[in-house]
């Protein structure tokens, strides 16, 4: 099982990206899928998660600004990034939290860092 992640970039205070995560491998069943930022020197933070039954957590300082969603058939999760301040600049991790298939227990699943950085 690997996530793939991708859309992170170089952009100015105000614009916008999307950051997208595919799960692929032998999934029995997805049960959550997020996004965390990490700086250097700091502890990984949670940005955003949507959990299998549709419901939705933010972390308090991108709430009006990020929306996440997710493509089940696809086991995609995807991250809209708006009103960008310098401040999200860090290293987004998707994670996945899945049932593998032949197995009942939960497994939690990272995929490699995308880099966003916002510019003064």
């Known amino acids: 099982v690997q996530l793939q992640a991708s859309g992170g970039g170089l952009v100015q205070t105000g614009d916008s990206l999307r950051l997208s995560c595919n799960a692929s491998?032998?999934?029995?069943?997805?049960?959550?899928m997020g996004w965390y930022r990490q700086n250097l020197g700091k502890e990984r933070e949670l940005v955003g998660v949507?959990?299998?039954?549709?419901?939705?957590r933010y972390e308090d300082s991108v709430k009006g600004r990020f929306t996440i969603s997710r493509d089940g058939a696809e086991n995609t999760v995807r991250l809209q990034m708006n009103s960008l301040k310098p401040e999200d600049t860090a290293v987004y991790y998707c994670k996945a939290s899945v049932v593998l298939q032949g197995t009942f227990s939960p497994h939690d699943i990272w995929g490699q860092g995308t880099q966003v950085t916002v510019s003064s």
């Open positions: 949507i959990f299998r039954d549709g419901e939705i």
């Open positions: 491998g032998s999934i029995f069943r997805v049960n959550a």
